[in-house]
């Protein structure tokens, strides 16, 4: 189509398949579908990290305007989207993972291990939140 | 007899010439941070609302220091590789496709030299 369309030619309706909007919402085409954004939202997270780290390689103002940031309900927020994403997309590559191996492919299986990524992911980060505020003193 | 040619099959390294080379990368790379994970989350823990000193002195120290590299470096690899395949999957127009592919790698470049510059400097800075 992309091909037709850079030489001029007239588009041709053809049929097309099915695609994401014409199936009902199965567990593990949203687990799919997550792990493919919280990986992107990783990408860019990863803009924060860096900048946490220039901050405490730079010095102790610098280091204390990031933590005024990532302490502020907004900052804490992100954080918090962070984590569960971190979390989240590290369960979903250890699924990826046991599918490589070509195990685990029955459909029962197969919804065992995306319901495990979701609950599993968001029962770690509650838990990592609650140690953290717990550590931090409720910073 | 079945009506298959052998052209059906994938020769050598395949057009791209790379073979399974961008799959085998991903997997290292994830089995990799999995590995390192845990101790990253440890080292978050253990610094969440230290004092100044406190963080430097932590991420100063050379155990840590390496096992951040590690991370930052595995990391940004994964990470380019990943927005790749997104990228590939959908932008359809030549141009932007190379652009924002030239782009990812700079990001993944800019980004993991930056933080891996911020932790060699404060452990190469603390005294221990």
Not at chain 1, 58 to 65: E, I, K, S, V
Not at chain 1, 84 to 107: C, Y
Not at chain 2, 25 to 47: E, G, N
């Given at each position: 189509?992309?091909?037709?369309?850079?030489?001029?030619?007239?588009?041709?309706?053809?049929?097309?398949?099915?695609?994401?909007?014409?199936?009902?919402?199965?567990?593990?085409?949203?687990?799919?579908?997550?792990h493919?954004?919280?990986?992107?939202?990783?990408?860019?997270?990863?803009?924060?990290?860096?900048?946490?780290?220039?901050?405490?390689?730079?010095?102790?103002?610098?280091?204390?305007?990031?933590?005024?940031?990532?302490?502020?309900?907004?900052?804490?927020?992100?954080?918090?989207?962070?984590?569960?994403?971190?979390?989240?997309h590290a369960l979903g590559g250890i699924r990826h993972l046991i599918w490589d191996t070509v195990h685990g492919f029955?459909?029962?299986?197969?919804?065992?291990l995306?319901?495990s990524t979701?609950?599993?992911?968001?029962?770690?980060?509650?838990?990592?939140?609650?140690?953290?505020?717990?550590?931090?003193?409720?910073? | 007899?079945?009506?298959?040619?052998?052209?059906?099959?994938?020769?050598?390294?395949?057009?791209?010439?790379?073979?399974?080379?961008?799959f085998w990368r991903q997997r290292l790379t994830s089995v990799a941070l999995l590995l390192?994970l845990?101790?990253?989350?440890?080292?978050?823990?253990?610094?969440?609302?230290?004092?100044?000193?406190?963080?430097?002195?932590?991420?100063?120290?050379?155990?840590?220091?390496?096992?951040?590299?590690?991370?930052?470096?595995?990391?940004?690899?994964h990470?380019?590789?990943?927005?790749?395949?997104?990228?590939?999957?959908?932008?359809?127009?030549?141009?932007?496709?190379?652009?924002?592919?030239?782009?990812?790698?700079?990001?993944?470049?800019?980004?993991?030299?930056?933080?891996?510059?911020?932790?060699?400097?404060?452990?190469?800075?603390?005294?221990?």
């Amino acid at each position: 189509m992309a091909e037709a369309k850079a030489r001029g030619l007239p588009r041709t309706e053809r049929p097309l398949s099915p695609h994401l909007q014409i199936y009902a919402p199965l567990i593990n085409m949203v687990m799919s579908i997550v792990h493919r954004i919280t990986g992107g939202a990783l990408y860019f997270g990863t803009l924060l990290l860096a900048w946490w780290l220039l901050a405490a390689a730079t010095g102790p103002q610098h280091l204390a305007t990031a933590n005024w940031f990532f302490g502020s309900i907004i900052g804490q927020i992100v954080l918090f989207g962070y984590t569960w994403a971190l979390i989240h997309h590290a369960l979903g590559g250890i699924r990826h993972l046991i599918w490589d191996t070509v195990h685990g492919f029955d459909l029962k299986t197969v919804d065992t291990l995306c319901w495990s990524t979701i609950l599993g992911s968001v029962t770690l980060t509650v838990l990592l939140w609650a140690g953290i505020y717990f550590l931090g003193g409720g910073r | 007899m079945a009506m298959r040619t052998p052209l059906k099959n994938v020769r050598r390294l395949g057009s791209a010439k790379e073979g399974t080379d961008h799959f085998w990368r991903q997997r290292l790379t994830s089995v990799a941070l999995l590995l390192l994970l845990p101790f990253m989350l440890w080292i978050a823990l253990a610094i969440v609302g230290a004092e100044y000193e406190t963080v430097v002195r932590t991420l100063g120290n050379p155990v840590v220091s390496i096992l951040l590299v590690l991370f930052i470096l595995t990391g940004v690899v994964h990470m380019r590789l990943g927005m790749q395949v997104i990228i590939e999957d959908y932008v359809h127009t030549e141009g932007a496709k190379v652009a924002l592919l030239m782009l990812n790698t700079f990001f993944a470049a800019v980004v993991g030299l930056a933080s891996i510059y911020a932790v060699l400097k404060l452990s190469f800075g603390v005294a221990i």
